[in-house]
């Protein structure tokens, strides 16, 4: 028996759903999509574990806009000048 999801109004094997998207979703994927909405009634992101950013995007666009003011600024000054706590490292910050 094939695996099969919903899809609109209609039920489609896993492979059907692949190809309506161009095959840009493996059927794991599909797979996996079909799962988690079966189980949470949704198929959005849930909350992941780990370190929490601590930028916003405007506060990302600020940086940006800074480094790209002054290249040879020092990152722990743009840090400073930004009110940026914690970890100065540039890839620390995204």
């Not at 009634?41 to 666009?61: F, H, M, V, Y």
């Not at 003011?69 to 490292?89: C, E, F, L, W, Y």
């Amino acid at each position: 028996m094939k695996p099969q999801a919903r899809c609109g109004d209609k039920t489609r094997t896993q492979k059907q759903v692949c190809e309506i998207f161009n095959n840009k979703n493996s059927q794991s994927t599909v797979s996996r999509i079909e799962n988690k909405f079966r189980e949470f009634g949704n198929a959005t992101d849930i909350p992941k574990s780990g370190r929490k950013r601590i930028l916003d995007d405007e506060q990302k666009l600020d940086i940006l806009f800074d480094i790209q003011d002054n290249p040879h600024k020092p990152t722990r000054q743009v840090a400073a000048d930004n009110n940026v706590m914690g970890n100065p490292s540039p890839m620390g910050l995204f």
